[in-house]
């Protein structure tokens, strides 16, 4: 069973500074799914993304990624990492951006257009990035990460900024590129988002409090939505 999950995380200790942001964590992201990291900020989302691929120091642990321990070289093709921060060169347009990191990975040409219509920018694709919106701007930064056709894609708060319509659209991308046996680490801190993942993990102070399908969620808690059932696992670790 571990030899299909895409990500296992077996007893990681993190410390930050002074801080141990996470204290002992153990999990496992199946694959061809979309799981949602969720918890509030702080919680150490970011920090257990940075450990996955492997450019967080990390205390004791171990992560094993597509069957390889976390960081080794032959991942590097195979997963695709969007942070929060802008990945992309401002002074190159959108396209200009894609082909330049299409042939890093020697992607085939055509992958530019395919992923310009992906992220829905080709009315955008001859702009300069810093012409562009915020939220345009992060689409360029997934498709930098969508032409290697990454088998596991981790994605930190991919939805931040983004209006109503276009955080629809972009979850319909992620299941479309599940669908086609991609594996999605997608974090965010807004709880309506659990509903469209196929698998939650909910993270807070450095542990996970439900690891669950989201309706698993909602029969386990006997809450009516994602929020309410965070809040009442919450009440209920702290009660004990
Ligand atoms: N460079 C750093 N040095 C020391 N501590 C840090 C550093 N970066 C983050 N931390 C601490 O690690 C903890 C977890 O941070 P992390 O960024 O992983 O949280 P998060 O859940 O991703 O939050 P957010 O949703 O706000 O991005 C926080 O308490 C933070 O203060």
């Excluded at 409090?209 to 909602?218: K, R, V, Y």
Aim: overall charge neutral.
């Amino acid at each position: 069973m571990m030899n299909n999950a895409a990500v296992v995380v077996e007893k990681l200790r993190v410390v930050r500074g002074k801080r141990e942001v996470l204290p002992d964590l153990s999990l496992t992201v199946p694959r061809g799914q979309v799981v949602g990291l969720l918890g509030p900020s702080g919680g150490g989302k970011s920090t257990l993304l940075r450990a996955i691929v492997g450019v967080q120091i990390v205390k004791s642990g171990t992560i094993t990624v597509l069957g390889e321990p976390a960081g080794s070289r032959n991942l590097r093709s195979r997963v695709g990492y969007v942070t929060q921060e802008p990945s992309v060169f401002q002074d190159l347009t959108v396209r200009q951006n894609l082909a330049y990191f299409a042939k890093l990975v020697s992607a085939a040409p055509n992958v530019v257009d395919e992923v310009l219509s992906s992220i829905d920018l080709d009315s955008h694709a001859d702009s300069h990035v810093a012409n562009l919106s915020g939220g345009q701007r992060s689409r360029v930064s997934l498709g930098a990460a969508l032409v290697g056709a990454p088998e596991l894609l981790i994605l930190d708060e991919p939805t931040v900024g983004l209006d109503p319509v276009l955080r629809r659209d972009l979850w319909e991308l992620f299941h479309r590129l599940a669908g086609a046996g991609t594996t999605l680490l997608v974090s965010s801190h807004v709880m309506d988002e659990a509903t469209r993942c196929h698998r939650l993990l909910l993270l807070r102070e450095g542990k996970i409090l439900a690891d669950e399908t989201p309706n698993g969620l909602l029969e386990k808690t006997g809450a009516t939505d994602a929020e309410g059932a965070f809040l009442r696992l919450i009440s209920k670790e702290s009660a004990k």
